[in-house]
């Protein structure tokens, strides 16, 4: 039997790490953490608490985004005779992190690569939300400025699953309020410190939400989820209402393919009642 204190065999380990609550490790990634020759993380300071935390001891080698691509290969070339442990600072590696480059490159070396899942931010947000979870999509972070933020929401507004997306506390309340003028009668949900003392996860219209955060600025790590468009009848949506409210600020088309996009009713036939109603 193999004692958790024996080396590993050579090679890239990618480690899920807690994205929170530090009980969250799994014996397995703490064995490994234990066993390894080094560590390759985004800051060195973050892993320091976490192997500290554990009791453990080991080299912390810098690895982010802007990391040299001679650092890197560097880095791969060392897994030939050691095992280095891949950590993000929180969650699993690769997911909005850093090392997309690394294992790609140590996939081309032929470096033997294993894979510890653990906590996963998107997913423990998609449990908690209570929003459809059959089908979900996850898009990293929302785009910081305001006209490529609305391109894609626009483009993944059509697609028919609940969205999930990583946000900044200070640009949320804008991505909120885009999100309130393409879907406004779709659910969202703000998942905000997950696992950790504060933990909140908020839902409702992004109307609702956005004057919420208006008046109560949030902190922290957010992940915000939109739910799918609703599936109705044209009678059981007040789809007039929706349109005229739109047309007041938006021309014809743009207001029918917000509609269109919210409730996944026929554009002719939103835009043939969008042009009655700016006849009456």
């Not at 004692?3 to 014996?27: F, K, M, Q, R």
Request: glycine share 6%; with cysteine.
């Amino acid at each position: 039997m193999t004692e958790a204190t024996d080396p590993l065999s050579p090679g890239l380990y990618i480690v899920a790490t807690p994205i929170g609550n530090l009980g969250d490790i799994t014996v397995r990634a703490s064995e490994t953490l234990a066993r390894c020759d080094g560590i390759a993380c985004e800051d060195t300071r973050v892993t320091q608490k976490l192997i500290r935390h554990l009791g453990i001891s080991k080299p912390l080698w810098r690895y982010d985004d802007h990391s040299a691509p001679n650092d890197r290969a560097r880095l791969v070339a060392s897994m030939r005779d050691r095992a280095v442990a891949l950590v993000s600072d929180a969650g699993m590696p690769l997911v909005s992190d850093p090392g997309y480059r690394l294992v790609n490159d140590a996939k081309e070396a032929r470096v033997p690569i294993t894979v510890l899942p653990g906590a996963n931010a998107p997913l423990t947000a998609l449990a908690l939300s209570g929003l459809p979870n059959d089908r979900f999509m996850f898009a990293g972070f929302l785009p910081p400025k305001e006209k490529a933020r609305r391109e894609l929401l626009e483009e993944l507004g059509a697609v028919r699953t609940t969205l999930i997306f990583f946000e900044t506390a200070p640009r949320l309340v804008k991505s909120l309020s885009a999100i309130a003028s393409l879907f406004p009668n779709r659910e969202v949900a703000v998942a905000r410190e997950l696992t950790k003392l504060y933990e909140e996860c908020r839902t409702g219209s992004a109307a609702e939400l956005a004057q919420y955060y208006t008046d109560h600025p949030p902190k922290g790590e957010i992940v915000l989820l939109i739910g799918p468009p609703i599936e109705q009848s044209m009678d059981a949506v007040d789809v007039d209402a929706m349109l005229r409210d739109l047309l007041q600020t938006e021309k014809a088309s743009k207001a029918v393919a917000q509609v269109a996009k919210a409730t996944g009713q026929d554009r002719k036939a939103l835009y043939a009642r969008a042009m009655e109603l700016k006849g009456q």
